[in-house]
């Protein structure tokens, strides 16, 4: 369900120069549409008064101090951006040195964003960095209102999926200020991907939400009964063996007596069934969802994303409209294009989300959908009518998720009529989702 | 320190053996740019054996505003020393040197000592010290990369005369030989009974032996044929479909879902048999000092010509499929047996080349022989262009020229040409302008000089801008010419072949053959 991009161009244009006034010139504009090459003044360093003034001006929030971050505060900090943030909630550890730059092995232990602001500052003269070794749930609105532009360099759907939600659901198109853009970098193994987001101008995060893939889910009656892969033994050691030893105690994933624990019982369930291929490195990987990084790629997209922000905040060139994937592969590939919006983005869309499910369809499987529907997964969703603002189940707290609970086993046309709009949240993320269930006949 | 933990996230791509190529190759920067120094920091962290910095250069106040590795206290010292210095800190297991000598002329004064390298980089190299260099790399068949940025523009050539690979690391399907199953699998096969009553059976044979049973049924029907057109295939899926007793048979599902993908015909792909008709392969014992990779190859050739089928090696694994534990592990044994049969023939065909080459029995080790089995089907050979020839080829390119990011190839071509550091007149754009219209064939050249504008401005935009880096681009170009090292070093994944545009303006990139 695409829109016109052409409507949003428009609107674009219309609003940004307020937030980003550089970008009002717009012979600059016309002028690097037609010919990048015409104009021969590029902001080296420090070009031209008017670039330092802008990139002096512009406060920019980096989100992760990890492999990205560390290259985006680099990239960020030698383009001539002088107030930079970083906010990451983790600490050094030593799987980070074969990528994150700014850490050596005596940091390990220590919080990842006061190391890296530091080193950035010793650095790089002139470059202020502010660290904020927190969650970026945790931090209140007049922290994230401060800024001009976010950037983006996390390893977790979640969290960018929570920035993102965050980002559009302050943005107002009457007030230019509340419009923050958010250029978002990630990479796995060889390939990765960068793009820019206007909130409510451009598509979002969520809107391409089912081009990511979702991580591996094993069912859950293979792992108790038939175990058939080395996987299956490392997930039955952590989700059925480890409660059972330990309920008072959840796994931590960090903890290497815990991973030592689950490695050593995954591998006697393999031997028992005959299973082959239980290995410390694969139980780690299975246990903690590790994704393979290497420094290259996040050479390549933190800076393609830092050269967004330079292009965004002194519209020396126009900047990527919106997506840019990179393959490292198989030669170099790298396809870049406009995502468009979508009109029933449970985030920046306008529209409801139409749903055709069969009558007798209880709650619950109804909660299962929304979370494996790969353009929704909400996986905590609470639902209430819209019409009578009934609710239909809560999340939280305790005692309403206790009296909405019984609806759960219950069909759904005891809980509404069909063609119904229903508002979904999610307590995880700052989503609120119109969803129209109609029954199919 | 625990190299395992420390390079965790990389071992899980290239593996302990990619791993031990990284750590004993030995990299060559020629000039401490950034662009440099940004590729070499991306080898030191994930463990190069060694680095090599040739550069005469005192650290410049511009410097500073480009390259990560430098400081303002260090403006006036060696730019080799202080680089060095620098990135050595990222990993004390890397072996770091500063050679302080004219870069440009390093290939001739001290070639030796160049060639002692795995892996040669040279950024922002003028021309005429180009081709020296370039020559010389090509004809000790050592691995050159070119690097070279202009404000928002990069480029970069990799020259290598032959890269052979096995670990590819291409998407490929399961080898499963549903088309010609081995006698064991046969077997296993027609132990079971698709038609049996008790539906927990039903319900648990595994989709490889549903799709062995449905193809034998259609078979039976269509006596004659033998190449299964698409259709054929849906004809089976639907055979399938319609044997399901209830919609919880998840094996049936499996089974139709994954019909039309792995009744395939098991062939040797085109690729592997390019190489197998390659001389080096062909006339393996006419070659002087040959390869492990063309031993490999030759017995993996020779396997094919001994098989029944004329196959390659398996592969040996299976992925999940829906039944219980005990089938799954006795199918997954039986493609592991036949994978350990034909590693067996390949290692007898091994040693006897060796006997008959006169070479040691350890020049091939065993895990190699287990990886080229393994991976058969992706085995591959890039045979590279020298640079030497790509200057004197008219390129003929109509639909390409009227790219901009073919244009932007044509700009760095005089980039590279440029050596002077003096304002950019008019007359030099036109003067450089003319020598590359003279490397385009006639219906290319006609074009642009009807409209020279597009050319002349970016010829106009790589001189002005060849002495300055945007950091931006150094570091994007500089992950990319790290990526191709790894995997010209580690011989895993597909390296450019040959030539890249990084076009910052734009957000793309473009590869060109040349």
Known sequence: MALDSAKYQALYRAILPQRFPSIAMADVLSATENSAATDGAVPTAADTDEIRRLLHDCKVLVVGAGGLGCELLKDLALSGFQDLHVIDMDTIDVSNLNRQFLFRLSDVGKPKAVVAAAFIENRVQGAKVTPHYAKIQD?????????????????????????????????????????????????????????????????????????????MVYPICTIANTPRLPEHCIEWASVIAWPDHFPDQPVDTDNPKHLRWLYTSASKRAEQFGIRGVTYTLTQGVVKNIIPAIASTNAIIAAACANEALKLVTSCHLHLDNYMMYTGTEGVYTY????????????????????????????????????????????????????????????????LEQRTRPNLSKPLTELMESGEEIIVTDRRLPIYLSLVVSFSP | MDKTQRYDRQLRLWKAHGQARLEAARVCLLQATAVGSEVLKNLVLPGVGGFTIVDDQAVAPSDLGQNFFVTTQEVGQLRARVVTRHLKELNEDVQGQAVVEDPFTFAQTNAEALLAHSIVVATNFPCAHLLPLAALCWEHRIALVVANTAGFMGYIRVQVPEHTMFETHSNQSHDLRLDCPFPALHTFADSFNVDCQDSMAHGNIPSIVLLLHFLKRWRDKHPTQTALTYKDKKEIKSMIEQAVRNPNEENFEEAAQNAVQTLHKTETPDQVKRVFEHRSCKNLHASLNPAPFWILTRALADFVQEDPNGLLPLAGSIPDMKTDTQTFVQLQALYFEKAEEDVCKVRHHVSRLLTELDLPPNTVPDDDIRLACKNAVNLRVQWGTSIASERNKTLATDDLAVEDNFLWYLAFQTHTLYTGRDPVTSETVEHEVEQLLGKLDNSTSQQLRAHPEPLSSRVHYTLNHGDTELHNLAAWVGGVVAQEVVKLITHQYVPLANTLVVNGVDSTTQSFSL
Request: hydrophobic content about 40%; proline content about 6%.
């Open chain 1, 139 to 215: 931090m209140a609105d007049d922290f994230y209102a401060q800024f001009q532009l976010v950037v983006c360099g996390l390893d977790s759907v979640e969290a960018r999926r929570w920035m993102n939600a965050y980002l559009v659901g302050q943005a107002d198109l009457a007030n230019p200020d509340t419009i923050k853009p958010m250029i978002d970098g990630g990479t796995e193994g060889f390939n990765g991907q960068a793009r820019v987001i206007i909130p409510k101008i451009t598509s979002c995060y969520e809107c391409s939400l089912d081009l990511f893939k979702k991580q």
């Open chain 1, 336 to 399: 870049t294009y406009a995502y468009s919006r979508r009109a029933d983005c449970p985030v920046c869309g306008q529209e409801s989300k139409h749903l055709t499910v069969a009558p007798q369809l209880t709650l619950a499987e109804l909660l299962d959908l929304l979370a494996e529907s790969p353009d929704i997964q909400l996986a905590s969703p609470s639902l209430r009518s819209a019409h009578t603002n009934r609710s239909l189940y809560l999340q939280a707290p305790p005692q």
